[in-house]
Each structure stands twice: as structure tokens, then as C-alpha cells.
């Protein structure tokens, strides 16, 4: 089978773009819900570079017509000349422009290009729109020109003994060492001038099964042609993104550096090297690959984009900037790099900045539903909740089952205290994700506060039936028990807290308060010790404290309680009536507890015991407790 020699192979494969958006949301107090912070993509796999495939050139439109013409004659049929189209490259109206200029060139050209003419043609007649009638058109001419009307057909190319092609391939691919030594035995009839290059043949023949997205059978057939050709660099280059597509990265990394040792300065190879070096999370060998690439072309905006992300990604953030601006001054309306600023400028807490290239790419994409998202958590962090939630429709809009977007929006109607509002979008989330525990957590919260706590009880158990060590929804739990009377309960889920947390000194405060209205003054005071030794400072453990001292008749240390919250807030007005009443009520001849705090030091009058006790610390606490503020 004869293969016409191309001159130059350019881009093969365009790379789809791939948008960035994490999940994450940092865990708020007990009564108000969690905000969320920026997603790159839905999928919650966390950020994702922008992979931006370079336009088609001319070199690129040649190559694809080639393919296409290889193709046909290769027996395609109708239908996968428009699956070609209908998958790879370019709007019809753009291939018109290219063959209409190409078609003037080949005219144009002394050579007679029988062979082309004959293979467009062929295109012309198998019914496949505009392109394959402009194609037969400009074959026609061809013929015209060389005295030529009459096509012939692919059976004019011939093999003797009947031996076809594709039988043949297969005969010789089991060792490439034989395909000169077999080329140059067999008595090809052949109507062109070429010889039979084989190299060549498994080369485009590689290129066909790439094409029809057969990877693995490409790299094959480029093997073949590298054992002939070692140093083809287009069969290295076409191999390593066959390699990247496939997924192997680290053997596409290794092809694009043998592709670059033949060609230094091919900065299209510099870039997907750099890819797929991001891919791999190696990202300062990506940012050297794609600084090469800049070296040979400046202005190539995709690299500088994918530099920025890159960089982004391992926490340069200003410098990331200065690679997105470098995009934007090259190709100001490229919305993938304006996305991708709005995020960085949103980790480096400037809002107003970040909403701002948001908006931009939305003028550009109206429909890019993780610009309308975060565009929202942009505002949210402005506290703008209203306008937060028209983002948020935006993109409900467009994609009605958007988890997120419910979710977000959720969260923006609790901040706004639309806590109904705020449940059915909750509803929605748990509908479409039954197991995205924050959603049932925030549902929760939102049903607390309208006090329907047995109804919040269940949406924690949903969510701790999914993260059962989620410590919030525990404590959250305990709290709406505790207003539905049941306390045992209750103790039981600050215990849960407290062993995922120890040190959670809320929890030990309320489990201590719980413990007391239960009548269990002694563990409350030692959940009250456990909370003053993790807050010192907490006066209003010391107070409640002291509280449960005087229920037990331990007047002095209930006393030394109050003074401990008193020297934290001398202006607490509970803890002098507290104190006074302790003292009063204590018959002690030693003070020892007291004489040591700084209030007895400061007025002595506050040692004496009994109704002159009581007096004294009424009358010291009115020196601090203004009318006017208590």
C-alpha cells in the first residue's frame, strides 16, 4: 500500500480543557453554619491544572486533510469521514477557509499531484457535505489540468500475488528488522514515483489508529517505525502524547525527552512535556518545562497559564499572578486564565479582586457554572449573602442538580436567618447526595435554631451515621437534648465529644453544667476543673463552680471560686451575689482559701464571715456593677 511522505508533522492531538473547583469548609460554632471555601471542580479531586490545546495552524489543517485522504483511501466509510470531523478540530467554516487556500496553493503548484487529485475526488463523491464537495472540486481541476477525468480506483494499486496491504502489515510486524530486506523483494506495480517507505508507513499508519483513539495499537506501529528510524522525532513526539493520553505519564515524560534531544527547540514538545510533568505533581520540572517552551515562544499565553497553575499550586501565589497576567496581556479574553486568577486571588483573601475576574470570565461564558460558583464564595466571604444566592441560581439555572450550588446556597440563606429557605435547599443536597455528611450537619443546625430539635437529632444521626467521628455534630446533638429535658442522653454524646477531643474545654463546660442540673455536683465539679485547667481564664467556670461548692456546703471554696472569676471580671455581678451568700453562710474561724485572693488583700472587710460577710461583698460588688451597665 503506498503512503504519500509528508514534509512536516505538526500537532496531533488538541487536549480537552479541564476546569478546576475543592470542597472544603471550615467548621463554624455550634449555631451557625459553615462556610465553604473555593471548588476547581466538581468532582471535589481538588485543583487541576488548565490544559489548553494550542490552535490549528495551516501545517496542522495539512496533516489532518492527509489523514483524512489516508483514510478514505483506506476504505472509510461515509460515516467515519463525519465522526472525523464531528470529533477533532475545527468548525466546518474555519476547514472551508483552509481548503479553499489550499486548494489555490496545489492549483497553483508546477507539480501534477495525480495521486491527491485522485483521493479528493474519491472524497467528493461519497456525499459528506460542503468539505467533500469542495474537495472533489479542487480534485477535479487537478485531473483537469493533467488531461485526467476519469478516476481510478483504489484497485489500481496493486500487489502481486493478490497479497493486500493490511495482510501484509501483519505478516512483517512481528519482527521490523525484515521490512526493508521484504520491501525491496516484493514486485510492487506501483502508478507514483515514491518507493515503498516503510518507515513512513508504520509512522502514518500510527497516526490512523491514534486518530480513532486506539492508542495503544499507535504506539505500536510508531515503535515499529522508531527500530527502522531511532531518530524520528515526530514518531517520539506522537508517541509520548499517545503515552500521556493513555495515562502513563512517567513513559510519556521519557518519549517527549527523547523527541527533544533530536529537536531542542520545539516548544510545542517543551508544553505537554510540562503537562504531563503537572500531572505527575512534579511541578518545578513543569514550570522549567514550560519555561523552555516561553524561551522559544513568548507569546504562547497557554503556557504561561498552565505556569501560573502550576505555581499556584505549590503556594507562589503572587507569582502565579504574574504568569496569569503575562496570559491576559498576550490574549485578554481567555477566560480559562481569568478563572484561574480569580482563584488565586481568593486564596490571597482579596474578594473584591477575585469576584472581579470572575465576572470577566462570565462575560466571556455565560454558562460556566464554577465561575457563578465561585463567584458566590467570593461574596460570601463579604458577608454579601443576598447577592450571593443570585450566583448561586445562576448556576441552578444551568445544572438544576448542582449539589454544591444547593449546598452553598444553603449556607447563605442560614446567614441570612431564612432558616426554612435554607432547609429545602439542604433537601435538595441530601437528595442528590445522601451522603455528604455537612449537608445533613448545616440541616441540623438550621432546625436547632428553629428549636424542631428532635428533627435536628435526626439529621446529626444522619450525619454521624456517615462520619461518626465528626465531633460537631455530637456536641451539636448533645445541646438539642439537653432542650428536649433529656440529659443522660446528652452527657452521653459530650462524652463522645470529648473522647475525638479532649481537650474540647466547651464540651467539658457543658457536660459539667448538665451533670449539675442532674444533681451530680461532684463529676460536674471535676468537668468544671477539666475546663479551668484548659481555660484559666474562663470566669464563668469558676463561677459555676463555685455555684456547685455551695450546694455542698463547701462555703470557703466556693468562696475562693468566686474571687478566681471576680479578678477575670471584677464587674460579673452573679459571682458577688454568689459570694456574698457563701459568705454568710460560712461559719469558718480560718480563711485561708480567701485571705490569699487579691480581693480580701485589697479590702480585709471581705474576710469577715456571716451577715457582715454578706454585707461586705454586696457593698464591694456595687463599687464595680453600675446601674446603668447591669
Known amino acids: 500500500m503506498l503512503r504519500q511522505i509528508w514534509q512536516k508533522l505538526v500537532g496531533l492531538f488538541q487536549h480537552l480543557f479541564g476546569f478546576l473547583l475543592k470542597p472544603s469548609s471550615k467548621k463554624g460554632k455550634r449555631a ?25 495552524e495551516n501545517l496542522d489543517y495539512e496533516y489532518l486533510f492527509m489523514q483524512l485522504l489516508e483514510g478514505v483511501i483506506g476504505g472509510w466509510s461515509r460515516e467515519q469521514v463525519l465522526q472525523f470531523f464531528a470529533r477533532n478540530h475545527s468548525p466546518q467554516a474555519q476547514w472551508i ?136 522525532y515526530e514518531a517520539w513526539y506522537n508517541r509520548a502524547i499517545a ?26 514538545a517543551w508544553y505537554n512535556r510540562g503537562m504531563a510533568l503537572n500531572s505527575l505533581q512534579r511541578l518545578k520540572e513543569a514550570i522549567e518545562s514550560y519555561d523552555k517552551a516561553l524561551e522559544l515562544k513568548p507569546d504562547k499565553y ?44 481568593f486564596k490571597l483573601q482579596h474578594f473584591t479582586e477575585a469576584i472581579k475576574s470572575y465576572d470577566k470570565v462570565i462575560e466571556l461564558k455565560p454558562d460556566l457554572c464554577p465561575a457563578w460558583l465561585n463567584r458566590g464564595i467570593a461574596l460570601s466571604k463579604l458577608r454579601q449573602y443576598s447577592e450571593e444566592i443570585v450566583s448561586y441560581d445562576k448556576v441552578l439555572a444551568l445544572q438544576p442538580d448542582s449539589e454544591q450550588a444547593w449546598f452553598y446556597r444553603g449556607v447563605a440563606l442560614g446567614n441570612l436567618g431564612h432558616l426554612e429557605e435554607a432547609i429545602a435547599s439542604y433537601d435538595k443536597v441530601v437528595a442528590l447526595k445522601p451522603q455528604l455528611c455537612q449537608a445533613w450537619f448545616n440541616r441540623g443546625i438550621a432546625l436547632e435554631n428553629l428549636e424542631r430539635f428532635q428533627e435536628a437529632i435526626k439529621s446529626y444521626d444522619q450525619a454521624l451515621e ?15 437534648l439537653v432542650n428536649l429535658g433529656r440529659l443522660k442522653e446528652a452527657i452521653d454524646s459530650y462524652d463522645q465529644v470529648i473522647e475525638l477531643q479532649p481537650d474540647q474545654h466547651q464540651a467539658w463546660y457543658n457536660r459539667a453544667y448538665t451533670l449539675g442540673d442532674l444533681g451530680r455536683i461532684e463529676e460536674a465539679i471535676t468537668s468544671y476543673d477539666k475546663v479551668i485547667q484548659l481555660q484559666p481564664h474562663k470566669y464563668e467556670a469558676w463561677y459555676n463552680r463555685g455555684v456547685e461548692l455551695g450546694d455542698l456546703e463547701r462555703h470557703e471554696e466556693a468562696i475562693a471560686s468566686y474571687d ?36 480580701a488583700k485589697n479590702n480585709p472587710d471581705l474576710n469577715q464571715r456571716g451577715i457582715q460577710g454578706r454585707v461586705a461583698s454586696y457593698q464591694e460588688g456595687l463599687k464595680h456593677c453600675h446601674q446603668d451597665t447591669h
Not at 471542580?41 to 487541576?48: I, Q, S, Y
Not at 465528626?470 to 438539642?480: D, K, M, P, T, Y
Not at 478566681?564 to 474561724?589: M, Q, T, V, Y
Open 32 to 56: 451557625s453554619a459553615t462556610y465553604p471555601r473555593p471548588q476547581r471542580d466538581f468532582n471535589h479531586k481538588g485543583v487541576k491544572e488548565t490544559k489548553t490545546p494550542p490552535p490549528l
Open 243 to 268: 503515552l500521556k493520553n493513555l495515562g502513563r505519564l512517567e513513559e510519556a515524560v521519557e518519549s517527549y525527552d527523547k523527541a527533544l534531544e533530536l529537536k531542542p527547540n520545539q516548544h510545542e
Open 466 to 480: 456517615i462520619k461518626p467521628d465528626l465531633s460537631q455534630a455530637w456536641f451539636n446533638r448533645a445541646v438539642s
Open 97 to 232: 477557509a483552509w481548503l479553499t487556500s489550499f486548494g489555490e496553493r496545489v492549483l497553483a503548484s508546477k507539480e501534477p499531484n495525480r495521486e491527491l487529485a485522485l483521493r479528493m475526488v474519491h472524497l467528493g463523491e461519497m456525499g459528506c457535505g460542503e468539505i467533500g464537495d469542495l474537495a472533489g472540486e479542487i480534485g477535479r481541476k487537478l485531473l483537469t489540468r493533467t488531461g485526467e477525468t476519469k478516476r481510478q480506483g483504489v484497485g489500481s494499486i496493486k500487489i502481486t500475488d493478490n497479497v493486500e496491504v493490511k495482510q501484509l502489515r501483519k505478516m512483517l510486524q512481528q519482527d521490523a528488522s525484515y521490512v526493508r530486506q521484504t520491501a525491496q523483494q516484493l514486485p510492487v506495480e506501483v502508478t507514483g514515483q515514491q518507493e515503498f517507505d516503510y518507515v513512513t508507513d508504520w509512522y502514518n499508519q500510527g497516526n490512523h489508529e491514534a486518530m480513532l483513539g486506539d492508542y495503544q495499537e499507535a504506539i505500536t506501529s510508531w515503535d515499529q517505525a522508531l527500530a527502522m528510524k531511532p531518530d524520528f
Open 564 to 599: 478566681r472569676a471576680l479578678e477575670i471580671k471584677l464587674d460579673f455581678w452573679p459571682a458577688w451575689i454568689g459570694r456574698g451568700r457563701a459568705a454568710g453562710n460560712s461559719i469558718a474561724s480560718e480563711q485561708k482559701l480567701t485571705r490569699l485572693s487579691e480581693l
Open 302 to 345: 497557554q503556557a504561561w497559564n498552565n505556569r501560573g497553575s502550576a505555581l499556584e499550586n505549590l503556594g507562589n501565589l503572587s507569582e502565579a499572578l504574574e504568569s496569569y497576567d503575562r496570559a491576559l496581556a498576550i490574549k485578554p479574553d481567555f477566560y480559562e486564565t481569568l478563572y484561574n486568577r480569580g482563584i488565586a486571588l
